[in-house]
């Protein structure tokens, strides 16, 4: 898969089903949206009308895929503000798929607190594995593990102490 649609077309990518598998979907997409959005600034409304023509939406949260396209935008300076003290360099050498995922999980993670922290991690990992750099999925992880600790410090303490 790549950020390309056009080198789907000829071999569309199977059709979720069920709410997380859909959800899953809805991810990647808006990881790409994000990504669009980041590198060629493009107006938000033009971006989500562009990837709800070029994508089936049947097999997507089409709900969700909203949500994170509104939310991460909408909350563009905090959210990079929780990334930026677990970054190794500036944040403008970071690699613009990274930062698309990163936003993406660092959202969940603030915002959707009924989405578990161990899905969120998965989640932007497994991206990071299929769109990103070859280590990216690395570096994205340890800066999830760390944020997640930040922002669901609680969560995490229940989990470990119920798996004793």
């Known amino acids: 898969m790549s950020l390309n649609n056009d080198d789907c077309r000829d ?8 709410r997380i598998a859909m959800r899953r979907v809805a991810r990647t997409l808006a990881m790409q949206a994000l990504y669009q959005w980041h590198v060629a600034g493009q107006n938000l409304n033009e971006i989500e009308a562009q990837f709800r023509v070029d994508n089936d939406f049947d097999g997507v949260d089409g709900a969700y895929f909203n ?8 909350k ?16 403008d050498e970071l690699d613009p798929v ?4 990163l936003r993406l999980a660092t959202w ?7 989405v578990p922290y161990r899905v969120v991690i998965n989640e932007g990992i497994e991206l990071a594995k299929v769109f990103g750099a070859t280590d990216g999925h690395k570096y994205v992880n340890g800066v999830l593990d760390k944020l997640a600790l930040r922002l669901r410090g609680a969560e995490i303490r229940d989990a470990r102490l119920n798996k004793k």
């Open 67 to 74: 949500e994170i396209l509104r939310g991460v935008p909408g």
């Open 11 to 18: 071999n569309p990518p199977p059709r979720a089903k069920g």
């Open 108 to 114: 969940e993670l603030s915002t959707r607190i009924d």
């Open 98 to 101: 990274e930062w698309a995922i």
């Open 76 to 91: 563009k300076s905090e959210i990079d503000a929780l990334i930026e003290p677990y970054l190794d360099r500036p944040m």
